[in-house]
Structures are given as C-alpha cells and as structure tokens.
C-alpha cells in the first residue's frame, strides 16, 4: 500500500510564494508520472502540472511562466513552486502519481488527501 502526503499550503498574500511538497512510501516498484492538480469550491478538478520520471514537464496555462514542477526520484517526491500567486490561485492543491508496486504490477493512480491553498488580495 502507497501513500502519498501533501504538505506547505497555507495562507499568503497575492504575489506572495509558496513550496508544496508531495512525498509517496510505501511499497513503491517505480513512480512514474507525478503531478500536481488542484479544485476550487464549486469547480472540477483540474490540472496544474506534470512531471515524467526523466524530468519532462508539462503546465497549465493558468499557471505557466509562475509555477515549477519538480521531483526527487530518490526520495519519491514532488515538488510545486508557487510564485506571483493570484486570489484565482485559491485551491486545494492533490498530489497525483502513477504507482507500480512490482515488476508484475500494473500502474494504478495514486491520489493524496489535498492541502489547502488561500490566496488573500
């Protein structure tokens, strides 16, 4: 059983920063794509970046140009930094991650619990 938990959201100010960080454990073969989503109250679930096991990224527009994805494959971590935050920024920020478990496994979509992030203007 894998576990992913997000953590460093919180409350800042428009133009203000913040670092979240994702760490999966457990019984852990390989991680593949890792990334990060994020829902505000009353929307869908949408995606904010990616991040393959070889360092490609990918962002959504929204967030391109502020936002940088990264990961430590050793550690099974991935990071967020968030710059030049917006109030539209405002979420709940999931931790997502392709997991296989062995060799044999097949990959199965790991989700953490979510963390909260309050962008006041």
């Known amino acids: 059983q894998v576990q992913l938990v997000e953590s460093g959201g919180g409350l800042v100010q428009a133009g203000g920063s913040l670092r979240l960080s994702c760490a999966a454990s457990?019984?852990?073969?390989?991680?593949?794509?890792m990334g990060w989503y994020r829902q505000a109250p009353g929307k869908q679930r949408d995606l904010v970046a990616t991040?393959?096991?070889?360092?490609?990224?990918n962002y959504a527009d929204s967030v391109s140009g502020r936002f940088t994805i990264s990961r430590d494959n050793a550690k099974n971590t991935v990071y967020l930094q968030m710059n030049s935050l917006k109030p539209e920024d405002t979420a709940v920020y999931y931790c997502n991650a392709g997991i296989v478990t062995s060799r044999w496994a097949r990959e199965y979509d790991g989700w953490g619990p979510g963390t909260q992030v309050t962008v006041s203007s």
């Open positions: 991040i393959t096991s070889g360092g490609s990224t």
């Open positions: 457990g019984s852990i073969f390989k991680i593949n794509v």
